[in-house]
């Protein structure tokens, strides 16, 4: 008669002749997020308008994260939507190809790359705040704007600058140290967040 506990026993598997450990005995609850691991985190904050700081998160291999900053004027109005026709241009029909991301727009650090309305009516620039490629926008946006308020995943757009000229953009910003951005990161299931 077989033995029923044999099948329901853990039994930790071996890789060449060492044990390896189970992943409930090693499960860390605080794991750094992928921002706090692979990204920098900067702030733009334009000279004019003080009270709507972006975020920038800066990762190793050039690409940045365009945001808001979790003290943006708008967070505080209710955003109510965003909208990436800006003018006579429409950001969402950036098109990129290949490795080197041929045929995306070029933005400056002032370029408007989306519109916030908030509850109010009133309205924000999302500016690109550094100088360089637009990859692409984040369409999720249009459809769940709370996703905003996700640190990693409430990204505005991707921009890329030129490898020569990242020390000296990253010189422009400034380090989110001091102002550590209070932004909700419990970023398991982003779909399940509502609109504001």
Known sequence: MVDPEKF???ELPQICGKTVPSIESNFVSDH???VDRFFTRYCYVHSAKPIE????LFHSNRICLIGLASNHEAFSRGIKSISYEVGKINRSQNQVSGKKKSGGMIVQADSTLALVTCNDGSVFKVRSCIQGKLVEVNQRLVENVGLLQMEGYGYVAIVMPKPEQCEAIKQKLLPMVEM?????????DPDSSSNK
């Open 53 to 56: 700081p972006h975020l920038v």
């Open 8 to 10: 329901f026993s853990e």
């Open 32 to 34: 750094p997020s992928i």
């Open 180 to 188: 550590e951005p209070k932004i909700d990161r419990n970023i398991s």
